[in-house]
């Protein structure tokens, strides 16, 4: 599994754009690049995804780097919904998510 | 769709005591999964099964650990005799089959706590 590397905590306004950060230099070609986020007192739930290209959903964007070895999460009005921890998982499709320490995201108002 | 069912929610022990764990996967999703989460270790995988069969269990602690899944609806993890550092979450999780990503559906956690 490619080693992650994320702050470990970030702070943001309510209404505020987030770019939370990921590095993953040893990410192989094939691995997808997935982010899941950790609400308190819940299990993991799942944001987005990407491979190469860059992503939108309804909850987030994510921005992947030319040569992949990292990427950004957006988060484009931080809500104080939003405040969780945030894992980047780089893996291969068909294999268990392996989670790191993440990033807690904390939102004030 | 109700999502992943755990149950208990809560469980509270006392050392060498048997606790089963007991998950029901989103119906039709064809991978299992269990993870144990503390503020030491973080969320750690355990062990995960493919159409009931279980594929890694690379991550179950010791053999004090057991998990089954004797069909596609219903998964238990043993931990016997249990141990007060086996206090933690337990997460289950269920993934459809086929998709090119790994979109995994988590429940809500059986919080467990050994005396």
């Known amino acids: 599994d490619a080693k992650t590397t994320q702050p470990n905590s970030m702070e943001s306004n309510e209404e505020e754009p987030v770019h939370l950060p990921c590095n993953h230099s040893?990410?192989?070609?094939?691995?997808?690049i997935h982010w899941y986020r950790q609400l308190p007192s819940q299990g993991p739930e799942y944001v987005i995804h990407?491979?190469?290209s860059n992503v939108n959903n309804r909850m987030a964007s994510l921005a992947i780097a030319e040569d992949r070895k990292s990427s950004t999460l957006i988060l484009h009005r931080a809500t104080l919904r939003d405040a969780a921890v945030y894992y980047c998982?780089?893996?291969?499709?068909?294999?268990?998510?392996?989670f790191g320490k993440g990033t807690t995201l904390s939102v004030s108002s | 769709d109700a999502g992943v069912i755990q149950s208990p929610r809560h469980e509270v022990t006392e050392m060498g005591q048997e606790v089963t764990l007991r998950c029901k996967p989103i119906s039709g999703h064809n991978s299992l999964f269990w993870y144990r989460q503390t503020m030491m270790r973080g969320l750690e995988l355990l062990i995960y099964f493919n159409n009931n069969v279980p594929i890694d269990d690379s991550g179950m602690p010791e053999d004090r650990f057991s998990a089954k899944m004797p069909n596609a609806s219903f998964s238990t993890l043993k931990i016997q005799p249990s141990e007060p550092r086996d206090s933690a979450v337990y997460f289950c999780?269920?993934?459809?089959?086929?998709?090119?990503?790994?979109?995994?559906?988590f429940g809500p956690g059986t919080r467990l706590t050994v005396l």
């Open positions: 999780a269920s993934r459809p089959s086929g998709g090119s990503y790994n979109e995994q559906f």
């Open positions: 040893t990410i192989s070609g094939t691995d997808y």
């Open positions: 998982i780089p893996n291969q499709a068909g294999t268990a998510l392996i």
């Open positions: 990407g491979l190469t």
